[in-house]
C-alpha cells in the first residue's frame, strides 16, 4: 500500500530540478501511506512529474521501488494498491515471452499494460488499486481507480497544470493552489455525512468515480471511461438470477470467499485480521484460520460503556476458531483524544463518527503486524443493514397510501412531544432485550420525513439522510436532489431493498465505509485489505434471489450458513450492534466546552458557510437533554474542525 501524487504541467514551464522538489514535496505529504520508500520521476520536456510513497508489502527489495518504468520504456506508473492474482497473470506473460526482474505486483501490472493495452489489462486485475500511468509515446497521463472504490484518486486542474494525488493535502503542496470550498460538496455532506463522489470540498477538484479510467491529453481535454459498471452488473444479476439449489449457492459462496481470503493473505510482511465478532469479520476470520497452518492474529477494541461494546462476543468467535487474539479496552479520554487528530486523518470533512473506533483498532493492530483482512461490504452485498427491513417495511405498509394521507400522518408524527417516547423507552426496561428500540424519538421524526417522500427514490433518499433540507442551513446553495434518483436510471428492481442495497454500493460504501477504513488505516500505516468485496463475490451476490438474503425478518441469509459451517450458530445469534461511540452523551459532558466554541454564534456568522440560528437551536436542545440532535451536529463540528486545521 503506498500513496502516490503528481501533476502534467502542459505548458511545460517548469525544468527538472522544479518539477522533482515539487512533487517530491507533494509526495511527502503522504509519508504515512508509505513510510517504508520514496521516489521521483520527471520528464521537462513534457511536464509531467510523478511521485510516490512506498509501504513495503510484497516485495521489499529495491526492485519493486516506484515510480517504475516499463520493460518496453513506453510506459510510467506510481500505483497504490494490491492485485491480488498478478501470479496468474505473471505465469500467463511468461508463457508469452515477457521475462520479469523481481517479484512485485507493479513489474506484472505494466508488463500486462505493455502486452494487452490499458483497457484490456485493467479489467484483469482483481484487486485494490489507484495508479497514475505515464504514456511516453502518446504523451497521455492516464488515472485509474479500482472496481469498487477502496483506493482513493483525487484530481483537478489548476490553470495549465493538472494535479492528482491518493489524498487532497498532496494537491494543496502544489505552489499556488487555490483552495475554494464549494458549497454545494458542502451541502452534500451535511446531508450524508461525506462527500460524495466525484465531489470534494474544493470546487474544481474532484475524486475519480469507481471503475473509471480518466484519461488527460491538455488543457482542459479530460476524457473518462468506464471499464467495470456497477450498474451493469445489477443489471445482468437481476435479469439471469441464480438458477441453482441454496445447497449449491452455499457452496459456491464458500468457495469465492475462500479464495477471495486467500489471495489476501499473500503478504511478505505480518498479517493479521480485525475481528468485530459480527457475520462479516468472523466469516473472513473463519476462512484465514481453515487456510493457515498457524494461529492467525486477530484484533479487537472494546468500550466499557453499555451498548457500544462487541469485545467479548468477539472473544468468543475467537476462541472457538483458535486465533491469536488481541483485544484492548478504551477509556472515554483515549477515544476522544482521537477527535483533534480526524480533520488531519480525513483530510476532507468526514462526519462518520465512528471513524473513532477504526482508527483505534486501526492502530492497535499496527502495533502487531503491517496487513489487516476487513469484513467491510457484506451488509451491502447481502442486506445486512437494518434499515433494510425498517424501510422496506414502512414502504410495504404506506407507499400505496396518497401522498396527502402520508403528508398528514407525518405532521401528526411530528408534533408527538419527546416526552411520550420517553416514557415508551422506560418501559422497554420491563421487555426481552429484542424488543427494545432505541431512541424511538429519533425514529419517529424520521419516519414522520420518509412517509411524505413522493415516491420510493425519495423516500431512500431521505431516509439515508442527516440533514433532511441542508440548504437550509448552508448560506448560498441549491441543492440538486435528481442527482439520487439519476444513480439507478435504467435499473429495473423487483424490491425496494435491492434498490437500497444498489444505492448504498454506489454512494455509501465507497464515499462513507471504505474512505473511514482506508484513511484510519493508512494513518497509522496499516494496509486494509476487504475480501468480501472481491468483484467476483459482487457480481455473484447480484445474481443471487432476494429469498437468498432476506428470510424470516433477518438479512445476510447465505453468508450465515457460510459462517455456520465454522463458527456455532449460538455464538453468532444476537442483535445487530454498530460500531460506534458515545457521541450523544461526549457533547453534553467533556466535549461540551469544545463544541460551544465550534458553534459559536458570531464565529458562525463570520465565516458566513452556516445560518446560525438552527444550529445553535439544536446544540441548546441537545445540551439540555430535550432532544437528540448529536448526529446533525456531529456533522457541523467535523466541518468547523476541518475549517480550523486547514486555517480557513
Same mark, same amino acid.
Given at each position: 500500500m503506498?500513496?502516490?501524487a503528481g501533476f502534467f504541467d502542459t505548458s511545460a514551464s517548469y525544468g527538472n530540478d522544479e518539477l522533482a522538489g515539487i512533487v517530491r514535496s507533494m509526495a511527502d505529504t503522504l509519508r504515512h501511506r508509505g513510510p517504508? /520508500?520514496?521516489?521521483?520521476? *520527471? /520528464?521537462?520536456?513534457?511536464? *509531467?512529474?510523478?511521485?510516490?510513497?512506498?509501504?513495503?508489502?510484497?516485495?521489499?527489495?529495491?526492485?519493486?521501488?516506484?515510480?517504475m518504468a516499463s520493460r518496453c520504456g513506453r510506459f510510467v506508473i506510481v500505483y497504490n494498491g494490491?492485485?491480488?492474482n498478478f501470479p496468474d497473470i505473471r505465469e500467463e506473460l511468461e508463457a508469452k515471452g515477457h521475462r520479469f526482474v523481481g517479484g512485485s505486483d507493479t513489474e506484472v501490472i505494466l508488463a500486462a499494460i505493455s502486452h494487452w493495452g490499458l483497457d484490456e489489462a485493467v479489467k484483469r486485475f482483481n484487486g485494490m488499486f489507484a495508479f497514475a500511468l505515464w504514456d511516453k509515446r502518446e504523451r497521455n497521463l492516464h488515472l485509474v481507480r479500482d472496481r469498487i472504490g477502496i483506493k482513493p484518486l483525487y484530481y483537478g486542474w489548476l490553470g495549465k497544470v493538472f494535479l492528482f494525488g491518493s489524498e487532497l493535502k498532496a494537491l494543496r503542496r502544489f505552489p499556488g493552489f487555490a483552495a475554494e470550498i464549494d458549497r454545494e460538496s458542502l451541502c452534500l455532506f451535511l446531508r450524508h455525512n461525506y462527500i460524495p463522489a466525484p465531489r470534494s470540498i474544493y470546487k474544481g477538484f474532484y475524486k475519480l468515480r469507481p471503475g473509471y479510467v480518466l484519461t488527460v491529453r491538455e488543457p482542459g481535454n479530460a476524457e473518462e471511461t468506464v471499464y467495470w459498471s456497477l450498474k451493469d452488473v445489477a443489471e445482468k444479476g437481476l435479469s439471469d438470477t441464480y438458477p441453482r439449489r441454496e445447497e449449491e449457492a452455499v457452496e459456491e459462496l464458500d468457495a469465492l470467499l475462500r479464495d477471495a481470503v486467500k489471495?489476501?493473505?499473500?503478504s511478505d510482511v505480518p498479517l493479521g485480521a480485525f475481528l468485530s465478532g459480527g457475520y462479516d469479520s468472523s466469516t473472513v476470520v473463519a476462512l484465514m484460520q481453515v487456510q493457515s497452518s498457524r494461529p492467525v492474529r486477530s484484533f479487537t477494541i472494546g468500550f466499557n460503556e453499555k451498548g457500544y461494546n462487541e469485545a467479548h462476543y468477539a472473544k468468543k468467535v475467537a476462541q472457538h476458531l483458535g486465533t491469536e487474539h488481541t483485544e484492548l479496552y478504551i477509556t472515554p479520554k483515549e477515544a476522544m483524544d482521537v477527535i483533534p487528530r480526524l480533520p488531519e486523518i480525513y483530510d476532507e470533512p468526514f462526519s462518520d463518527s465512528s471513524q473513532i473506533p477504526t482508527f483505534l483498532v486501526s492502530q492497535l493492530t499496527r502495533r502487531h503486524v503491517t496487513v489487516s483482512l476487513s469484513g467491510d461490504g457484506g451488509d451491502e452485498l447481502f442486506a445486512g443493514y437494518n434499515r433494510y427491513f425498517f424501510g422496506r417495511s414502512i414502504w410495504k405498509k404506506v407507499g400505496w397510501w396518497p401522498r396527502g394521507v402520508r403528508s398528514t400522518a407525518a405532521g401528526i408524527l411530528r408534533n408527538i412531544p419527546?416526552?411520550?417516547?420517553?416514557?415508551?423507552?422506560?418501559?422497554?426496561?420491563?421487555?426481552?432485550?429484542?424488543?427494545?428500540?432505541?431512541?424511538?424519538?429519533?425514529?419517529a421524526k424520521k419516519v414522520a420525513e420518509i412517509i411524505s417522500a413522493k415516491d420510493a427514490g425519495e423516500f431512500y433518499h431521505s431516509l439515508v439522510s442527516h440533514w433532511k433540507h441542508p440548504i437550509e442551513v448552508v448560506a448560498g446553495v441549491t441543492e440538486d436532489l435528481d442527482r439520487f434518483n439519476n444513480l439507478w436510471s435504467g435499473v429495473e428492481f423487483s424490491d425496494i431493498t435491492q434498490r437500497m442495497q444498489y444505492l448504498d454500493l454506489v454512494t455509501y460504501l465507497p464515499d462513507d465505509i471504505l474512505v473511514k477504513v482506508d484513511r484510519a488505516s493508512m494513518e497509522v500505516s496499516l494496509e486494509a485489505r476487504v475480501p468480501i468485496l472481491d468483484h467476483r463475490v459482487v457480481e455473484f451476490a447480484w445474481r443471487l434471489p432476494l429469498s437468498m438474503k432476506l428470510r424470516k425478518g433477518r438479512g445476510k441469509w447465505l453468508l450465515r450458513q457460510v459462517l455456520y459451517r465454522y463458527v456455532p450458530r449460538k455464538l453468532m445469534e444476537r442483535p445487530k450492534m454498530g460500531f460506534g461511540v458515545p457521541i450523544e452523551q461526549w457533547l453534553r459532558g467533556p466535549l461540551r466546552e469544545w463544541g460551544e466554541e465550534l458553534l459559536d454564534e458570531q464565529r458562525l456568522r463570520q465565516e458566513g458557510f452556516f445560518d446560525p440560528a438552527p444550529i445553535r437551536r439544536m446544540w441548546e436542545e441537545h445540551l439540555s437533554g430535550k432532544r437528540r440532535w448529536h448526529y446533525y451536529l456531529w456533522d457541523i463540528l467535523m466541518f468547523q474542525a476541518w475549517m480550523e486545521r486547514n486555517e480557513f
Open positions: 503506498c500513496g502516490i517504508d /520508500d520514496a521516489g521521483v520521476w *520527471v /520528464d521537462e520536456m513534457t511536464g *509531467v512529474a510523478l511521485g510516490h510513497r512506498r509501504l513495503s508489502i510484497i516485495d521489499l527489495s529495491p526492485s519493486g521501488h516506484q515510480p494490491e492485485v491480488y489471495r489476501r493473505m499473500v419527546v416526552s411520550f417516547w420517553s416514557g415508551l423507552e422506560r418501559l422497554e426496561a420491563f421487555l426481552p432485550e429484542r424488543a427494545h428500540i432505541p431512541q424511538l424519538d429519533d425514529k
